[in-house]
């Protein structure tokens, strides 16, 4: 069983930055796929980013040049820094991990852009 735990979510102005980041247990962290996703209120969840294994990176349109998914396979945690905050990347970011079959989910952690 795969746990991850999401932190660095909160309350941050328009065009500040915060970084996001995911610790898993229970695994062999550096085989998995990980990605960010978020759910705005009254919205469904979308992907934002993702990093596989061998560190490629992918972003949504919405968040490229703003947004930076990185790993840290040592201390089995991704992470996810976001500049440029917009109102509009208010939301709930969940971590996702996926190896074959596997795929498992944060509880997520409240990212809200307002001044």
């Known amino acids: 069983q795969v746990q991850l735990v999401e932190s660095g979510g909160g309350l941050v102005q328009p065009g500040g930055s915060l970084r996001l980041s995911c610790a898993a247990s229970?695994?062999?962290?550096?085989?998995?796929?990980m990605a960010w996703y978020r759910q705005a209120p009254g919205k469904q969840r979308e992907w934002v980013a993702g990093?596989?294994?061998?560190?490629?990176?992918n972003y949504v349109d919405s968040v490229k040049g703003r947004f930076t998914i990185s790993r840290d396979n040592a201390k089995n945690t991704v992470y996810l820094q976001m500049n440029s905050l917009k109102p509009e990347d208010t939301a709930v970011y969940y971590c996702?991990?996926?190896?074959?079959?596997?795929?498992?989910w944060g509880k997520g952690t409240l990212v809200t852009v307002s001044s």
């Open positions: 996702n991990a996926k190896w074959s079959r596997s795929d498992y």
């Open positions: 229970g695994t062999i962290f550096k085989i998995y796929s």
């Open positions: 990093i596989d294994s061998g560190a490629n990176t």
